[in-house]
T-cell receptor, first 113, second 111 residues
Framework: DAGVTQSPTHLIKTRGQQVTLRCSPK?????VSWYQQALGQGPQFIFQ???????QRGNFPDRFSGHQFPNYSSELNVNALLLGDSALYLC????????????FGSGTRLTVV | DAKTTQPPSMDCAEGRAANLPCNHS???????VYWYRQIHSQGPQYIIH???NNETNEMASLIITEDRKSSTLILPHATLRDTAVYYC????????????FGSGTQLTVLP
């Protein structure tokens, strides 16, 4: 049973550029959430998608946007990259409500130079 | 979600039980205690959760005090592969709110 799949695993971008990260949820899950994890810190919630709509959003600027497709996969887009956007970006999937917890992917390591 | 407090780090000898404490004194009646762990450079992994009764699965046991203000995650026979950051989260799944991660406890299992 495939878990949560994220691509790419690593990415290097230049300040000011735009980036798109991708996530395929675990089979049977219809909700996708995105988290940002800076080095040495716990993951911070960015937003959640359910039924192709953004349902919840954390304290992140509009430069961070997303999309969910009919097959439940999702993309995270970040515009006008800053050095501070360098982090591990994690995708988590679940049923709604997540009575059995969230399943996380291994993440995409984004480095902004 | 209620705030949780965990020690920043703990060591445990390989083969011994690892007991990881968590304080959640402001937990509400409908909030569960969830435990996740994160092995270096991987995504968090769900371990176990409970409301008020002790719980056990193939990975760990969860002991919740009667007043629900604290809990302990027990790894009965720690191995080197259990070295990770362990997060305790008080969470009401029915709200579908997001997980709020603190700093967690860095558990190091020593050979």
């Amino acid at each position: 049973d495939a878990g949560v799949t994220q691509s790419p695993t690593h990415l290097i971008k230049t300040r000011g550029q735009q980036v798109t990260l991708r996530c395929s949820p675990k089979s049977g899950h219809d909700t996708v959430s995105w988290y940002q994890q800076a080095l040495g810190q716990g993951p911070q919630f960015i937003f959640q998608y359910y039924e192709e709509e953004e349902r919840q959003r954390g304290n992140f600027p509009d430069r961070f946007s997303g999309h969910q497709f009919p097959n439940y996969s999702s993309e995270l887009n970040v515009n006008a990259l800053l050095l501070g956007d360098s982090a591990l970006y994690l995708c988590a999937s679940s049923e709604l409500p997540p009575n059995y917890g969230y399943t996380f992917g291994s993440g995409t390591r984004l480095t902004v130079v | 979600d209620a705030k949780t407090t965990q020690p920043p780090s703990m060591d445990c000898a390989e083969g011994r039980a690892a007991n990881l404490p968590c304080n959640h004194s402001t937990i509400s009646g409908n909030e569960y205690v969830y435990w996740y762990r994160q092995i270096h450079s991987q995504g968090p992994q769900y371990i176990i959760h409970g409301l008020k009764n002790n719980e056990t699965n193939e990975m760990a046991s969860l002991i919740i005090t009667e007043d629900r203000k604290s809990s302990t995650l027990i790894l009965p026979h720690a191995t080197l592969r259990d070295t990770a950051v362990y997060y305790c989260i008080a969470y009401f799944s029915g709200s579908a709110r997001q997980l709020t991660f603190g700093s967690g406890t860095q558990l190091t299992v020593l050979p």
